[in-house]
């Protein structure tokens, strides 16, 4: 089996314990090796994301989960219940296969697929570059979940009086029927292995579909699912969704790319992890080390103990 062209010990220190760690090596963003490695080892034996279902021709082998479109490419590939696990129960309030697409955007972003995942699974960054998010979601909340496959994943509070993620907090559209109290006051942050970013709503759903161009450049269409009903509202418009997350999405994939612009520097070196803010990035980076170390499908993130803890718990205890 042919290994990742990483020093291995460099990956070593990835898969330390939480607050020893580090990040990935620079060339796991920068080097055409790997990302060749990566499309054998990680995409070809796993399955990917190619939309949602219906909206493209069938594919043999193909698998339809939550109304999204599956294949894998290697038949000997990872099996969909261990790749997937408890994710689809932890959805299925929001029945995302009754939900409609309104809205789709695509971009190409100069940065490498893994740093959209990891600029995902943090808010360390957002005080200092969402100040529209930062008026609708406090960026120090959010708890652990339990997660059995390959995903990273937690949710976000929303503030009182906001409905949703939009410019005024206000929402356009219905609340999806059947969600919990808490689910209404709520926002998901789904980071599934390889290539598919879900984002739950009291109202809607975004997901993010991310395709690797090259080392530096990644394709992703976002798209916005609501539910049949809002659709059905007499002036219904997406906008207020769509214009919000267009708006933070291009401020991310600025910060994404000036990270790439970094890995490629001759001094970068990759440091360790906030143990307040980075519990999602660590998991995201130690399942992709373990994927190198192991020349296959990575297993199952592990989650550190201390993401089993409300960040601003953390935060006004230290």
């Given at each position: 089996?042919?290994a990742?062209?990483i ?9 330390d314990?939480f607050?020893l760690?580090?990040?990935?090596p620079?060339?796991?963003?920068t080097s055409?090796d ?10 070809d034996r796993s399955?990917?994301c190619l939309g949602r279902?219906g909206a493209h021709?069938r ?9 999204w479109t599956?294949?894998?490419r ?5 099996d969909p219940?261990?790749q997937?696990g408890?994710l689809w129960e932890?959805?299925?309030a929001?029945e995302?296969?009754?939900?409609v ?7 190409e972003?100069a ?9 995902y699974?943090?808010?360390y960054?957002?005080?200092e570059?969402?100040p529209?998010?930062?008026t609708?979601?406090?960026?120090d ?6 997660i059995?496959?390959?995903y ?10 906001v409905?949703t ?10 609340p999806?029927?059947g969600?919990r109290?808490h689910?209404l006051?709520?926002v998901g942050?789904f980071g599934?292995?390889?290539n598919?970013?879900?984002?739950p709503h009291?109202d809607y759903v975004l997901?993010h579909r ?14 916005w699912?609501?539910?049949p009903e809002a659709?059905?509202?007499e002036g ?8 919000f997350?267009?708006v ?5 994939w600025?910060?994404?790319e000036?990270?790439?612009r970094a890995?490629?520097?001759r001094g970068h ?5 906030s143990?307040v803010?980075?519990?999602g990035?660590?998991?995201?980076v130690?399942?992709?080390a ?9 297993s ?19």
């Amino acid at each position: 089996m042919r290994a990742v062209p990483i020093d291995r010990d460099a990956l070593q220190r990835c898969v330390d314990d939480f607050g020893l760690s580090h990040g990935l090596p620079g060339e796991a963003y920068t080097s055409a090796d790997v990302l060749e490695w990566e499309r054998e080892r990680f995409f070809d034996r796993s399955w990917v994301c190619l939309g949602r279902a219906g909206a493209h021709r069938r594919v043999a082998g193909q698998i339809e989960r939550g109304g999204w479109t599956f294949v894998r490419r290697d038949p000997g590939g990872v099996d969909p219940g261990e790749q997937f696990g408890n994710l689809w129960e932890h959805l299925e309030a929001w029945e995302p296969e009754r939900l409609v697409v309104a809205a789709r955007h695509s971009y190409e972003i100069a940065a490498n697929w893994k740093l959209i995942h990891e600029n995902y699974q943090e808010c360390y960054h957002c005080s200092e570059i969402h100040p529209e998010l930062c008026t609708v979601t406090p960026p120090d909340s959010g708890y652990s979940i339990d997660i059995r496959g390959r995903y990273v994943a937690g949710p976000m509070d929303l503030y009182d009086g906001v409905e949703t993620m939009s410019l005024d907090g206000r929402s356009g559209g219905v609340p999806i029927r059947g969600l919990r109290e808490h689910q209404l006051r709520e926002v998901g942050y789904f980071g599934v292995f390889p290539n598919l970013l879900i984002s739950p709503h009291p109202d809607y759903v975004l997901t993010h579909r991310l395709e690797p161009l090259a080392p530096d450049r990644t394709f992703v269409e976002c798209e916005w699912l609501f539910p049949p009903e809002a659709l059905e509202l007499e002036g219904f418009d997406p906008a207020y969704a769509v214009e919000f997350w267009d708006v933070t999405n291009r401020e991310d994939w600025a910060a994404c790319e000036s990270l790439q612009r970094a890995a490629a520097s001759r001094g970068h070196r990759p440091g360790p992890m906030s143990t307040v803010w980075e519990g999602g990035v660590y998991m995201q980076v130690r399942m992709i080390a373990d994927g190198y170390l192991r020349g296959d499908v990575p297993s199952a993130p592990a989650q550190p103990e201390s993401t089993s803890y409300p960040r601003r718990e953390l935060l006004h205890g230290a």
